[in-house]
């Protein structure tokens, strides 16, 4: 199996910076795509951006330029600096752990992993 320990959430000032980690232990071998989703009181969880073992990415348009997700393959970990926050990136932001459907077969693992989600509010 795969945990995924998140870490870095908190309270800040509309403005501010935060950084979100997230260490992966277990079969972390297996995992090809990281990301982070968050999700809103009320709302559905959202995609806010990924990040392949190769290092290529993706983000939601909502936090292009001011988010930066990267990646430690050697620890694996990924991270999420989350710069010039707003009120509206206020949510529980969850770590994913992506694993290619022929790996989780042969491993018997889920296809797919979570975080237990780290609280990130933003005061105006």
């Known amino acids: 199996q795969v945990q995924l320990v998140e870490s870095g959430g908190g309270l800040v000032q509309a403005g501010g910076s935060l950084r979100l980690s997230c260490a992966a232990s277990?079969?972390?071998?297996?995992?090809?795509?990281m990301g982070w989703y968050r999700q809103a009181p009320g709302k559905q969880r959202e995609l806010v951006a990924t990040?392949?073992?190769?290092?290529?990415?993706n983000y939601a348009s909502s936090v292009k330029g001011r988010f930066t997700i990267s990646r430690d393959n050697a620890k694996n970990t990924v991270y999420l600096q989350m710069n010039s926050l707003k009120p509206e990136d206020t949510a529980v932001y969850y770590c994913?752990?992506?694993?290619?459907?022929?790996?989780?077969?042969?491993?018997?693992?889920?296809?797919?992993?979570w975080g237990q989600g780290a609280q990130v509010t933003v005061s105006s």
């Open positions: 277990g079969s972390s071998f297996s995992i090809n795509a």
């Open positions: 994913n752990a992506q694993i290619p459907p022929p790996v989780a077969r042969a491993l018997d693992l889920e296809y797919a992993y």
């Open positions: 990040i392949t073992r190769g290092g290529s990415t």
